[in-house]
Structure formats: C-alpha cells, structure tokens
C-alpha cells in the first residue's frame, strides 16, 4: 500500500485545510487510518485515527472539536478536515494505514505511512 498525503499549505491562525490522503490499493479500506504529525523539533504525535469502516473516530485532545477524520473507501481516500487552526497547529502531516481493520493512536500499529505533507500556520 503506498499512501499519498496532500492539501498542505501557509495558511493564517483560524483558517481551515483540508489533507487528503490517497492509497494505491483498495486493500486500504480494509484497515483502519490515521493522522499524525511531527513538528519541528519534537517527536511524531497521534492526530486522528478511524477505523475500516469510517466509524469510532479518535481525535488527539489538542485537536478535539477542530479537526474532523474521515474516509470514502469507494476511492481510497482518507480525509483530515481542519478548522480554526492555531500556530501550534504547525507540522508535517502524515497519513498512516493500519495493520488491522480498527484504528490506533499507537504509531506502532500502524504499518503503512505517507510522505507527509507540510502546514504552516501563521499568526
């Protein structure tokens, strides 16, 4: 499975992007996929994650009631709605595809990973 993150961009606090992610294979909507991010200097975190059936949504707390999670398995497309988006928001975005049908916060469980997509969120 090869993931493909897109939508990243420079966007001012309080703007909205939306990243899509697109896997070559439709064993993809098998799994369970999630988002995590890396920010300069810091370690990858757990952003949103949802499992093979677009249901049980989890979001990271920093993240909760701004992004939104979802997935169209008819075309292998997973999506991360962002809203109001703060400085702190700022990172490289990368889409992950599960090793089993239902979704994790773990990065341990996931056993496909996009190339990431960067977002810049000014002040």
């Known amino acids: 499975v090869q993931l493909q993150a897109s939508g990243g961009g420079l966007v001012q606090a309080g703007d909205s992007l939306r990243l899509s992610c697109t896997a070559s294979k439709r064993t993809s909507s098998n799994n369970g996929m999630g988002w995590f991010r890396q920010a300069p200097g810091k370690e990858r975190e757990f952003v949103a994650s949802i499992n093979w059936r677009g249901g049980s949504p989890s979001y990271a707390d920093s993240v909760k009631g701004r992004f939104t999670i979802s997935r169209d398995n008819a075309k292998n497309i997973l999506y991360l709605q962002m809203n109001s988006l703060k400085v702190e928001d700022t990172a490289v975005y990368y889409c992950?595809?599960?090793?089993?049908?239902?979704?994790?916060?773990?990065?341990?469980?996931?056993?496909?990973w996009g190339q990431g997509t960067l977002v810049t969120v000014s002040s």
């Open positions: 992950a595809s599960a090793r089993g049908a239902w979704a994790s916060i773990s990065g341990n469980d996931y056993a496909y």
